[in-house]
């Protein structure tokens, strides 16, 4: 993964406390995890970031590269890698999300 | 496309030890879940968890396994 495209992540990621890379956009999810992981946030009253990895293949490849996950959505709470669509209803549930989120 | 059984012989040889059972909840052959059940998981974050499962099928999660759910336990 080059710079340019390490430090774009690295810039979304950080500029929303909770931010998100999806399949479509959170008004219209083009998979169900990117869908079922949106319902969870907007469950929230939270403000989430969120980019359309369909609008870039060199990000697409670069965040599985950064996060060391391969599928997406991914997740990001303070610019920390959260997880997965399992792994954030696993915390919605457990109610360490909503702390996270508020922290 | 891997199927059920050879999802599940390469995650139990990539975490030794491991009890592994593959899930179709919507008998569609692609939206499967993986139930991996591993002592060296133990004080491993959720995402560290996952990421060994992952491990084992790094390879076949490039092209076709995007809708791998997995839930993991120690015991």
């Known amino acids: 993964m080059d710079e340019k495209t390490k430090t774009q992540i690295k810039d979304m990621i950080h500029k929303n406390k909770v931010f998100i890379f999806m399949k479509g956009t959170p008004d219209a999810p083009e998979c169900g995890f990117s869908m079922r992981t949106i319902e969870i946030l907007k469950s929230y009253k939270v403000e989430f970031g969120y ?5 870039d293949e060199e990000i697409r490849q670069a965040v599985k590269e950064y996060a060391n996950w391969p599928t997406i959505p991914q997740v990001y709470i303070n610019g920390k890698f959260i997880g ?6 696993e915390l919605h549930k457990s109610g360490k999300l909503k702390k996270l989120i508020e922290e | 496309m891997l199927t059920i059984q050879q999802i599940k ?8 030890g491991s ?6 909840p919507r008998r569609d052959g692609v939206h499967l879940k993986a139930i991996v059940i591993y002592k060296g998981f133990k004080d491993k974050s959720l995402v560290e968890q996952h990421q ?5 099928l790094k390879e076949e999660l ?6 791998l759910g997995i839930e993991t336990h120690e015991e």
């Open chain 2, 62 to 67: 490039k092209e076709e396994l995007h809708a």
């Open chain 1, 84 to 89: 997965g669509c399992d792994i954030t209803e």
């Open chain 1, 51 to 55: 980019f359309n990895i369909f609008e």
């Open chain 2, 9 to 16: 012989e390469k995650i139990e040889a990539g975490l030794p």
């Open chain 2, 19 to 24: 009890k592994v059972e593959i899930q179709d």
């Open chain 2, 52 to 56: 060994m499962v992952y491990a084992t």
